[in-house]
């Protein structure tokens, strides 16, 4: 099985071509063998580039740990470069199918290859039924969430994944590594959520670390990102248009007031293309 790894500002995914392709029936055990970082090619998951009757290509995406993800915003910046870049569709507004429905991406592209892509990633989901959330409140916004005998203000929104953001002054280890898998897994969250921890540099910059469900802590979460651009306007601290540095790499948002969309804007880079052995195929 033929495969290319990329990565969107340092969130990396192992990506397979299933316009030319087929793929093993046990998906969550492929992505969990070949996201593994010792035994594997390396990634935080498994993203599947498919044919669409709706879009010009459809993302499928699993986590490290082989559970399925709605969608990834670093990920789709990815799959519309593949697809440009490799031919699939020539056309610098591309529709891309995803769990959370098709979303329409611009590339940008420098000598016939795809440099930057911005990405309708569409309007937040603030109902705390939908996100989904047992904490109170519609918005959830800076509402006390209490973990190991702490409490922690938080705020919730999903980008057609779930997200639970944190302001906090300094984003340590001891929080991201230590509260962001005990937040992922909390009763609070029944379909777990992805977190983010946010230190926030003026009214359009904020810096960012990601506790993402299912892969533990990752250099980028656009999907998160884009949680975050929503939750600073929702608290105050932000405006709408911010600069986000992640690990990774930065990204733009922009929460429009018009059209209640959130857009982001980010690097998509292929690093290099391999085989994986028919004998790890499942």
């Given at each position: 099985?033929?495969?290319?790894?990329?990565?969107?500002?340092?969130?990396?995914?192992?990506?397979?071509?299933?316009?030319?392709?087929?793929?093993?029936?046990?998906?969550?055990?492929?992505?969990?063998?070949?996201?593994?970082?010792?035994?594997?090619?390396?990634?935080?998951?498994?993203?599947?580039?498919?044919?669409?009757?709706?879009?010009?290509?459809?993302?499928?995406?699993?986590?490290?740990?082989?559970?399925?993800?709605?969608m990834c915003g670093n990920?789709?910046?990815?799959?519309?470069?593949?697809?440009?870049?490799?031919?699939?569709?020539?056309?610098?507004?591309?529709?891309?199918?995803?769990?959370?429905g098709v979303l329409a991406?611009?590339?940008?592209?420098?000598?016939?290859?795809?440099?930057?892509?911005?990405?309708?990633?569409?309007?937040?989901?603030?109902?705390?039924?939908?996100?989904?959330?047992?904490?109170?409140?519609?918005?959830?916004?800076?509402?006390?969430?209490?973990?190991?005998?702490?409490?922690?203000?938080?705020?919730?929104?999903?980008?057609?994944?779930?997200?639970?953001?944190?302001?906090?002054?300094?984003?340590?280890?001891?929080?991201?590594?230590?509260?962001?898998?005990?937040?992922?897994?909390?009763?609070?969250?029944?379909?777990?959520?992805?977190?983010?921890?946010?230190?926030?540099?003026?009214?359009?910059?904020?810096?960012?670390?990601?506790?993402?469900?299912?892969?533990?802590?990752?250099?980028?979460?656009?999907?998160?990102?884009?949680?975050?651009?929503?939750?600073?306007?929702?608290?105050?601290?932000?405006?709408?248009?911010?600069?986000?540095?992640l690990r990774g790499g930065?990204?733009?948002?922009?929460?429009?007031?018009?059209?209640?969309?959130?857009?982001?804007?980010?690097?998509?880079?292929?690093?290099?293309?391999?085989?994986?052995?028919?004998?790890?195929?499942?």
């Amino acid at each position: 099985m033929r495969f290319t790894k990329m990565h969107g500002a340092g969130n990396d995914y192992v990506y397979v071509d299933c316009f030319t392709q087929d793929v093993p029936d046990d998906l969550p055990e492929l992505a969990r063998r070949i996201s593994d970082r010792r035994f594997g090619v390396g990634g935080d998951g498994l993203i599947l580039i498919r044919p669409s009757e709706s879009a010009d290509a459809r993302m499928q995406m699993f986590n490290a740990d082989g559970s399925e993800a709605e969608m990834c915003g670093n990920g789709i910046r990815c799959v519309a470069k593949y697809v440009y870049d490799h031919g699939l569709c020539r056309r610098e507004l591309l529709r891309i199918e995803t769990g959370a429905g098709v979303l329409a991406v611009h590339v940008q592209t420098r000598d016939g290859l795809v440099q930057q892509v911005r990405v309708d990633m569409g309007p937040p989901i603030l109902e705390a039924s939908q996100i989904p959330t047992q904490l109170p409140g519609s918005p959830v916004v800076d509402v006390p969430l209490e973990i190991a005998g702490h409490r922690w203000n938080v705020t919730c929104v999903s980008m057609g994944n779930p997200h639970c953001v944190l302001f906090v002054p300094e984003a340590t280890d001891e929080l991201v590594l230590g509260l962001g898998p005990r937040i992922e897994t909390a009763p609070e969250f029944p379909a777990r959520v992805n977190v983010e921890f946010v230190e926030v540099i003026g009214p359009g910059e904020v810096r960012q670390r990601t506790w993402e469900r299912g892969s533990g802590e990752t250099w980028a979460c656009g999907t998160g990102a884009s949680a975050v651009c929503v939750a600073g306007v929702l608290t105050g601290r932000t405006q709408r248009r911010i600069v986000n540095h992640l690990r990774g790499g930065d990204l733009i948002l922009q929460w429009n007031d018009a059209d209640d969309r959130v857009s982001m804007t980010g690097p998509a880079e292929e690093v290099f293309q391999g085989q994986w052995p028919e004998s790890l195929r499942s």
